[in-house]
């Protein structure tokens, strides 16, 4: 046998003999490592996009409720007092009535139940029995702070920030509202993301001079 082909037949002796048991242990630790890394950086991209959807939803949801209340509490006539029934939150008021039809008043019926904040409406009558009509849906996953009431109602001359602490809301505990105001404030929550819902609403038909258009509120609607 020549050299030449002992020098072949030994590299190829030695590419049969694979790799040690240290070398496969070092691959498996630096492949290890760098899943790792990989798998960690995957989930943190992952669980950002998901917190962006969730607070993207949260923030629509608190929006619409904002732009519909506003539309309409900013030129309610009357207001009923808020309260709570069977674990539902209840809060009526009415809409300006047309000057062609003063009998017939739009009422509106602000709910929270089960965690959903809807909007029911109705057209009363004189003498009709109080019925809300079928209701939408303004925002979901609505949860309670601690100790809170969802609606508050202030009329007008009360001084609705008297026990704050000074600073904290812009005006001084003096302050007294001219206008009747509705306070409403929650949580809403989508996923991991929880956001405050803290808005006051003036109604500018609602004065300490001026009394309500009529004199049947449209809180006949509410259980009893």
Not at 59 to 72: A, G, H, V, Y
Not at 95 to 113: D, N
Not at 141 to 162: H, N
Request: hydrophobic letters at 35%; charged letters at 25%; aromatic letters at 8%.
């Amino acid at each position: 046998m020549s050299r030449g082909e002992a020098r072949v037949r030994h590299r190829r002796t030695g590419d049969e003999e694979g790799f040690s048991l240290i070398e496969i242990m070092i691959t498996t630790s630096i492949m290890a490592v760098v899943m790792a890394a990989v798998t960690t950086a995957v989930i943190q991209v992952y669980s950002g996009a998901k917190r962006i959807e969730h607070t993207s939803i949260a923030r629509e949801q608190l929006d619409n409720s904002f732009r519909r209340l506003d539309k309409e509490l900013r030129y309610a006539t009357n207001m009923s007092e808020p309260g709570e029934y069977d674990g539902a939150w209840y809060m009526e008021y009415a809409l300006p009535a047309p000057a062609k039809t003063p009998e017939k008043v739009e009422c509106r019926q602000l709910k929270l139940e089960n965690g959903v904040l809807s909007l029911a409406h109705w057209v009363r009558s004189s003498g009709a029995t109080q019925t809300p009509g079928p209701s939408a849906a303004l925002a979901g996953g609505v949860i309670l702070e601690s100790g809170v009431k969802p609606f508050t109602v202030y009329k007008p001359g009360d001084t609705p920030y008297a026990k704050e602490t000074a600073g904290t809301v812009g005006v001084g505990t003096g302050f007294g509202n001219a206008f009747q105001m509705t306070r409403l404030r929650f949580q809403v929550r989508e996923g991991t993301v929880t956001m405050p819902f803290d808005s006051v609403f003036t109604s500018q038909n609602m004065t300490g001079e001026a009394a309500p258009t009529y004199s049947e509120d449209c809180g006949k609607g509410r259980p009893k």
